[in-house]
Nanobody, 126 residues
Framework: QVQLVESGGGLVQAGGSLRLSCAAS????????MGWFRQAPGKEREFVAA????????VYADSVKGRFTISRDNAKVTIYLQMNSLKPEDTAVYYC???????????????????WGQGTQVTVSS
């Protein structure tokens, strides 16, 4: 099992930036693909971005493409989500997850991920 801890959330004005981090421990999370999801109040959890184990391959939701960047540092067993040009509709709890069955698959469905963090709140004011 992999333990994941997110950090870096907070309150920011529209147009601002935040950088989320997700530190992993336990099974060797650096060997697997990982992703970020978010869940706004009253809505289902939705895919944001995913990255392969090497960091060479990434995929983004259309709603964040060009504004968010996912990256990873396998030496630190940590992934990041740089969020720029934030909008009020980006307000949500952000979760990181690991796909412990695959190294290259960039999954976009919640059911395809095996381990989840507790989440970090991001609030964007207008």
């Amino acid at each position: 099992q992999v333990q994941l801890v997110e950090s870096g959330g907070g309150l920011v004005q529209a147009g601002g930036s935040l950088r989320l981090s997700c530190a992993a421990s336990g099974r060797t999370a650096s060997n697997y693909a990982m992703g970020w999801f978010r869940q706004a109040p009253g809505k289902e959890r939705e895919f944001v971005a995913a990255i392969s184990w090497s960091g060479e391959n990434t995929v983004y939701a259309d709603s964040v493409k060009g504004r968010f960047t996912i990256s990873r540092d396998n030496a630190k067993v940590t992934i990041y989500l740089q969020m720029n040009s934030l909008k009020p509709e980006d307000t949500a709890v952000y979760y990181c997850a690991v796909d412990s069955a695959h190294r290259f698959r960039l999954a976009v469905l919640t059911d395809e991920y095996s381990d989840w963090g507790q989440g970090t709140q991001v609030t964007v004011s207008s």
